[in-house]
C-alpha cells in the first residue's frame, strides 16, 4: 500500500487556497483550483504541476485513490492534507463537494503551439459551457482553443471541473482577435443560425471555427475576414442549441 506523507494544514494555507475561487488570486498566484478524482487524474498525466492536495480521508478508501496522492507527491513533491467536510466547503465552487480540491501552477501558451484543426470561443460567458468546449474540443482532436476578449477565464474553477480534464490536455490563447498566422492554412468557418455555406461544400482542409455567445451570436467583426457562414439546420422546432451542443453537433459533421 502506498505511503501518504500529509502535511500540517494552518490557517494560511486555507486561507490562501481559498482565495483561489477569486480570479484576481488566480492571476497573482498563477495557481488555478481543480475540483474532483477525474480532472485531478487528468492533471497528472500532462505537464501542469500540482502544488497541494486536500483531501477528506474517507476518498483514501477509493481504489486507486492512495496510489494517485501519493504518486504526485513522488513526481511533483505535492504537499498533501486531510481536510474536513467544513475545510473543503471552503475551497470548492460545488455545494456538495466532491472530497478532494487540488491546486496546480497555471500554463501559458504560445500560438506557435495551437496546431491542426481550432476552435474560438467568442465572448461564451458561462464556465460549464466554456469548460465543456475543452472537452470537445479534445475528444474531436483539436489542435488548440482561442479565447476572445469578454470569453470567460478558462482557469475558473468551474471550467475545469467541468472540462472533466480536458483542460489539461488543450493549448489555449486569449486574444482580442485571430492572429494572421492561423489563417494562413486553414479555413474560418463562423456559426450562425442562418448560414449560407453546406457541409458538403467544405472539403478537407484544416479549419477555425468560430462558436459564438447565445444571446448575440458571433462579433460582425469576424465578417471582415476571409470566412464561410455555417449553419446546422434545424429538423425540428427548437428555437436554438446550447453552445456546447451546436460545436459537438458541427465537428462531428466536419469530422466524421
Known amino acids: 500500500m ?7 494544514l494552518t490557517r494560511d494555507i ?11 488570486f488566480r492571476s497573482l498566484e498563477n495557481r488555478l483550483l481543480i475540483e474532483g478524482t477525474l480532472p485531478l487524474e487528468e492533471a497528472l498525466k500532462s505537464e501542469y504541476r500540482v502544488t497541494d492536495i486536500f483531501y477528506s480521508p474517507f476518498l483514501l478508501e477509493k481504489p486507486g485513490l492512495r ?14 492534507f486531510e481536510t474536513t467536510g467544513s475545510q473543503l466547503k471552503q475551497l470548492s465552487s460545488e455545494v456538495t463537494p466532491q472530497g478532494l480540491v487540488a491546486i496546480a501552477e ?16 467568442d465572448r461564451l460567458q458561462d464556465p460549464g459551457n466554456v469548460g465543456t468546449l475543452f472537452r470537445i474540443a479534445h475528444w474531436f482532436g483539436l489542435g488548440g482553443i482561442l479565447l476572445i476578449k469578454g470569453t470567460v477565464e478558462a482557469a475558473n474553477p468551474k471550467a475545469v471541473r467541468a472540462s472533466m480534464g480536458s483542460f489539461f490536455h ?9 492572429p494572421p498566422a492561423l489563417l494562413e492554412d486553414r479555413t474560418l468557418l463562423l456559426s450562425k443560425t442562418r448560414g449560407k455555406t453546406g457541409f458538403r461544400d467544405i472539403g478537407p482542409e484544416k479549419f477555425i471555427l468560430v462558436i459564438g455567445n447565445e444571446a448575440r451570436g458571433i462579433d460582425p467583426l469576424f465578417d471582415a475576414y476571409p470566412h464561410r457562414d455555417l449553419t446546422l439546420p434545424p429538423l425540428g422546432g427548437a428555437e436554438s442549441l446550447n453552445a456546447a451542443v451546436a460545436a459537438a453537433a458541427i465537428l462531428s459533421k466536419l469530422l466524421y
Do not use: H
Open 170 to 178: 488543450i493549448p489555449f490563447v486569449y486574444s482580442e482577435n485571430i
Open 14 to 24: 486555507l486561507k490562501t487556497a481559498a482565495s483561489l475561487q477569486n480570479k484576481k
Open 2 to 8: 502506498s505511503t501518504i506523507q500529509t502535511d500540517i
Open 106 to 121: 497555471q500554463k501559458t501558451f504560445d500560438i506557435a503551439e495551437m496546431s491542426g484543426n481550432i476552435l474560438v470561443l
Open 67 to 80: 496510489e494517485l496522492i501519493a504518486g504526485a507527491q513522488a513526481r511533483w513533491g505535492t504537499r498533501c
